[in-house]
């Protein structure tokens, strides 16, 4: 299947599926898709915490049990499921070279720089932080780098960490969406690890006219840079897509460790206890919900709702039973979890739909792509790369 017809199929069965996937059980009491699946809904209610848990951490799982129940996850799953793209053996790196690199970072680097061809091109890192991946593949491929980067204190850590490496770098201290960033992609083998949202798609936009050697793009956090809707890249792309609906395509948290879980979970229950408190008392409607401050979430519970209603302009009785609301929110909380299985059904299908547009984007370009994974998903969950170089 070439990318054109995956992303066709992959957008008709979201288009006739948007039902279980478009609204966020977060935002409505009860999703519409209830009312015409009962079987579903009850199911899905049904579940217990360590089967719960068990989907957190097993997509397998979860696809294996809404098969029956839902005739679009097999569908979906076939049509998300791509090649593993060709790796070639790396020669070990100097440890010295590893001390300031966490552990699962690293890995992902090594898998990277595996994923891909040799490069006699110049290397220009796109938004590359401390620039370790580009160091990497400089001395692999023995040949220059660039890195931009538009944080001070990173690009000063990377010519720190350049000095003495063997490495010819440079270092731009830039904004990767100014006009002026795409000079630097000229002639150039770009890569860009986890480039967020308009960050990787800027790359893809002006390809045409920027002359870039090659592409390695690993993309993440679709919804950055999307706050008025998403432009898509390709001809034939005409799924709409809010912010809210690019955020579920990133939703996975299968590498949190699981006291992070919990506090997201507490977290969850605080806000949707937050939000009953407050259509009890103006009504029912779907508000929008701001991101709350770090600081409050080491209030208690009754403090964090003082400071949301403060901020939401929410009047509050002298007198209120913060004991039923929390309850309330961790029920809310329970049943937002249980329905969320069907929706994030549908995350990776939308993931894969962004990536091939991406690929068709590079494509009408005139590069030649090839689009796969390069790690497991449990060293991250955005796992898929666009390898593109220029057609012959």
């Not at 053996?89 to 440890?95: A, E, F, I, Q, V």
Request: glycine fraction near 6%; aromatic fraction near 6%.
């Amino acid at each position: 299947m070439n990318h054109r017809e995956r992303l066709l199929e992959l957008q008709s069965e979201l288009h006739a599926h948007e039902a279980f996937w478009r609204p966020s059980p977060f935002q409505v009491r009860r999703p519409a898709w209830c009312e015409a699946h009962p079987a579903l809904a009850d199911a899905v209610l049904g579940l217990d915490e360590a089967t719960l848990d068990r989907f957190i951490v097993d997509p397998d799982a979860v696809r294996a049990w809404l098969a029956p129940r839902l005739s679009a996850a097999e569908r979906l799953e076939a049509l998300c499921t791509v090649r593993q793209l060709a790796a070639r053996d790396l020669p070990p790196r100097d440890p010295r070279a590893d001390l300031f690199i966490p552990g699962r970072k690293l890995a992902q680097i090594e898998a990277f720089a595996a994923h891909g061809p040799a490069t006699a091109a110049p290397v220009l890192e796109w938004c590359a932080g401390k620039g370790h991946l580009g160091r990497r593949l400089a001395l692999l491929d023995r040949v220059p780098v660039r890195l931009l980067e538009i944080d001070s204190a990173l690009c000063g850590a990377a010519e720190r960490l350049a000095d003495g490496s063997g490495v010819e770098q440079s270092v731009t201290c830039g904004d990767a969406l100014d006009e002026g960033a795409r000079r630097h992609v000229r002639g150039h083998a770009v890569v860009a690890l986890h480039a967020c949202g308009e960050l990787h798609r800027t790359l893809v936009r002006h390809a045409a006219q920027d002359h870039a050697h090659s592409y390695r793009i690993a993309p993440c956090c679709y919804h950055l840079g999307a706050a008025e809707g998403y432009r898509p890249l390709s001809r034939e792309a005409t799924l709409a897509l809010d912010e809210r609906a690019l955020r579920l395509a990133v939703t996975e948290t299968v590498t949190a460790p699981r006291n992070v879980r919990r506090r997201l979970a507490r977290d969850q229950a605080w806000k949707l206890g937050f939000v009953a408190l407050r259509n009890e008392l103006e009504g029912e409607a779907v508000r929008s919900f701001k991101p709350v401050p770090a600081s409050w979430l080491s209030l208690d519970f009754v403090g964090y709702c003082r400071a949301l209603a403060g901020r939401e302009g929410v009047r509050l009785p002298a007198a209120v039973d913060w004991d039923h609301w929390l309850a309330v929110g961790e029920r809310r909380r329970d049943e937002v979890r249980r329905f969320e299985v069907v929706r994030h059904a549908f995350r990776r299908a939308l993931e894969v739909w962004l990536v091939m547009d991406l690929a068709l984007g590079l494509e009408e370009a005139g590069f030649s792509v090839q689009a796969g994974t390069f790690c497991a998903r449990a060293l991250t969950p955005r796992n898929l790369l666009l390898l593109a170089r220029r057609a012959a």
